[in-house]
């Protein structure tokens, strides 16, 4: 099943205009990268900018969670459902409609259209959302359906921005698969799979926490096609699926290897990076120094290291775009006009930091083989500084063997660099990068980096 088609044509059949996948960079000066279905409309979303017509959209938007505040890169490999990049479906209603019909169509997708057994599902409501409350029964018993605070139950782009109560769709994967303390809706297990998320939009938060009623109430969904292929494919890890085994069973290919789910987070990492590192190379972002260019060389080198622990050398992940293409280039045609250019980029990229990684690498070891229980900061900074491993990198590195690092001293000497660049740096005369994510990735990483 072409979820994403399905998709796409079903919210078209209720009057949806359906809406290309806008960029990964946004026209926006407070984030990295598009998070979510509804960036692009932020601003109809408040009004700054007309209602279109028809005020109700659809739209399979790519998105990228790393660096930043909204940053998943550092779980990637390690959980069932974490990407660095995603497709978020989502249908949009700026003040057209509003809770009864958002829930009645999601409801008629997912039985109707995905057929998913109605009792495997369950919904959230925010606790005081009455009315969702209500709606909900016409659909599903109200022992079926849950209340939550803020903490589960709102939603909001960033910091500033549109934001409301929420409504999400849960799936039961079974409890015969699944049995520990956090397996219950609401707990932090795998058994009860979000799968969709209803927004009712109905405020916009200023910086002062403000928040000022929107012009009119609005609904913004966001359904991950990567979890919900999954569930339809029966697979319990978004790996497993038809979206990510082929890119999975190419790496196993290079690296001479047989994939095996238990002790494959470095093949599930790989797989997992290839498709953020495509489509930000094709979208005409450029492995950098600073900023987003600076988050996708991160997540080209936390992906080589991974390589490397695969026993692979040489540089390999340039060999894997052709596959991302071929699954991919259907929905998304620039793919194929740039492929060339990608592979191209991303080779030359793997041969600089294999220059150096061999070298990082014996150091990590070296100090590695004298840590007790919290690893130098000196040489992570070392590290960092010398070697090009990014601190998540070095961390992530100790996280398979059950250490920390000391951030502490890594911070305190990434601040002396920071005070000597300072000395001599006047701030970067861009507002952008003042705010928002930058903000961030520059308390993170000093100006030097931004
Ligand atoms: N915008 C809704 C979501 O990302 O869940």
Redo the contacts with the bound molecule.
Sequence with gaps: MDIRKEYLEFFKSKGHEVIASSALVPDDATLLFT????VPFKSIFTGDVPRPTPPIRTSCQT?IRAGGKHNDLDNVGYTARHHTFFE?L?NFSFGEYFKTEAIAYAWEFVTEVLKLPKDRLYVTVHENDDEAYEIWQKYIQKERIYKFGDKDNF?A?GDTGPCGP?S?IFYDQGAEHFNSDEDYMGGDGDRFLEI????FMQFERSSDGTMTPLPKPSI?????LERVTAIKEGKFSNYDSSLFMPLINEVAKIANLTYEYESGASFRVISDHIRSVVFLLAQGVNFDKEGRGYVLRRILRRALRHGYLLGIKEPFMYKLVDKVVELMGGHYEYLNEKKEYVKELIKLEEERFLATIAAGLDLFNEELAKTKDIFSGEIAFKLYDTYGFPLDLTADMLREKGLNVDAAKFDALMNEQKARAKASWKGSGDAAKESGDFKVLLEKFGENEF
């Excluded at 998070?35 to 509804?38: C, E, I, R, S, T």
């Excluded at 913004?220 to 991950?224: A, Y």
């Design positions: 998070n979510a279905g509804m998105c978020m989502g939603w782009m929420c999400e969709w998320n209803l927004v913004d969904t966001g359904m991950g």
